[in-house]
């Protein structure tokens, strides 16, 4: 079923750039997500069909991250048709085939045994999603398009660097050198300790850049920016949890050469840090579709600080990968909605859009209340148990810090939403033709169901998964 999930979307992509019309290309994405999902849901049933080969293996960390992926891009599809439905001006030909390509790259990570095929996947995410950013054609798409290849062609070179690194640690120990996640974590206690810290410090930067953690964050101000709101959906909850997956990887294999207070340490001063300068750059942000790029920065801080806290916070951290990915959907989409309906991203000339577009500036604010973990969302749930899990571990100095940074990203980013939902827009605005539709609202409203559902109840399918992911994480049978 491997197979299925990667070389479907890739065909389609071939089809899609084959396909003339452009009234019709866009109906390709829902078609192919759809089968995907079914796929997803096909496989994550059935236990005999997660190994497809000894490179490709869908473990409980893996089940996490694909279910994420596949229904973020599922709804967004359908998204993505009224969306162009509004840019008939311009080819979509590249940015379809572009997406259908990227869930097929996605698919790869998520599969990934094998750290180097890993590592030429999340590689392949960069050059698939640079044409994405460049979609609007404008000088600071372009700026955007180079500041991410820069940065993250950088980013992954350090990866690569810690990739050879840890199969040079197990050559200095005597042994075999391999990339198979088995064959190291097997051998993992065996390893040359210096070379796999120095492999671990490369790793979380080179994966690091490709989460967006502080400081090697720059890249997605400019980037979520000037996105479509699709793309910066996918990329905040579906690259970014992709690339989660690769540092849980060196975190399994650290854990299990016995260096988890090495790593720990560094985890944790990640998470805070990426955390504090997202709060910072919150204040007074005039921008609310870079206001979204700092959100992203601070969940990633929160995902890196779960995973440092260890043992008690890994299951809120594994659902946070979940409730910040749904959420991430409901505020990128909606923002889009409202960048169409102003024709402009800053709070200035933005205003009132509860009053122009009361659907999607009523979600754009239940977004922002979900994402700062207010009560009672998803967000809420999966960052208090990672807040409680710190507390059990005797972390208090990492929890007070953790409550106090939540609060500034709240007074931060709450300035900014709150400019932009009240009040009236400025007489001297245009007001554009774009009302709110089924295609580009439907999919918000879903994704703001499933974070109020999983503030409510988890169900006990999902419930499952999460506890596997655990106890794969910490080595438990």
């Known amino acids: 079923m491997a197979y299925v999930m990667i070389f479907f979307p890739l065909v389609m992509a071939a089809i899609a750039a084959a396909v003339p019309s452009n009234r019709l290309r866009p109906w390709l994405l829902p078609v192919t997500a759809v089968v995907h999902f079914a796929t997803t849901v096909f496989v994550l049933i059935r236990p005999d069909l997660m190994v497809t080969a ?127 996640f088995e064959d190291v974590l097997q051998d993992a206690a065996l390893l040359s300790k210096p070379w796999l810290h120095a492999a671990f410090i490369l790793l979380l930067v080179g994966y690091g850049t490709k989460m967006g953690l502080a400081p090697m964050h720059t890249w997605k101000p ?58 910072l750059f919150m204040v007074s942000q005039r921008d609310f579709k870079r206001m979204l790029a700092y959100s992203s920065i601070e969940h990633m801080g929160i995902l890196v600080l779960g995973l440092g806290i260890g043992g008690p916070a890994l299951f809120g951290t594994m659902l946070h990968i979940v409730t910040n990915g749904m959420t991430k959907g409901v505020l990128f989409l909606s923002a889009g909605n409202i960048h169409r309906a102003y024709g402009s991203k ?99 409203v879903i994704f703001m169901g499933i974070v109020l559902l999983l503030g409510l109840y988890i169900p006990a399918p999902l419930s499952g998964m999460l506890n596997d992911a655990v106890r794969f994480l910490e080595g438990r049978p």
Not at 402 to 419: H, R
Request: glycine share 10%.
């Open 346 to 444: 800053s709070t200035e000339i933005v205003c009132g859009a509860m009053r122009r577009l009361p659907l999607s500036g009523s979600l754009f604010l239940a977004g922002f209340l979900a994402i700062t973990g207010s009560p009672p969302f998803g967000p809420f749930i999966s960052e208090f148990a990672i807040l409680n899990g710190a507390f059990s571990d005797g972390r208090f100095v990492t929890a007070g810090l953790f409550l106090l940074l939540l609060l500034v990203v709240f007074i931060g980013m709450g300035a900014t939403v709150l400019k932009v939902v009240q009040g009236r827009a400025p007489k001297q605005v245009q007001n554009t033709p774009y009302r709110d539709g089924l295609l580009t609202a439907a999919p918000v």
């Open 222 to 279: 400019e980037v979520y920016g000037e996105v479509p709101g699709v793309v910066g959906a996918i990329f905040a909850g579906g690259v970014t949890s992709c690339a989660f997956l690769a540092i849980m990887r060196i975190y399994q294999i650290c854990l299990a050469a016995g260096e988890y207070a090495y790593i720990s340490r560094m985890l944790l001063f990640m998470g805070l840090f990426s955390m504090a300068v997202a709060g």
């Open 54 to 180: 000894k490179w490709l293996i869908l473990d409980p960390p893996g089940r996490i991250v694909l279910l994420v992926v596949s229904t973020l891009f599922l709804f967004c599809s359908f998204y993505t048709v009224g969306y162009l439905q509004y840019r008939m001006e311009r080819s979509n030909r590249v940015f379809c085939a572009c997406l259908l390509g990227f869930l097929g790259i996605m698919s790869i990570v998520v599969w990934s045994h094998h750290l180097g095929l890993m590592w030429v996947a999340i590689e392949a995410t960069t050059l698939c999603t640079a044409p994405l950013i460049y979609f609007n054609r404008t000088q600071h798409s372009i700026e955007a398009t180079w500041k991410y290849l820069m940065v993250g062609s950088v980013g992954i070179a350090l990866a690569l660097l810690g990739t050879f690194f840890l199969a040079y640690a197990s050559l200095q120990a005597g042994l075999e050198s391999t990339l198979v």
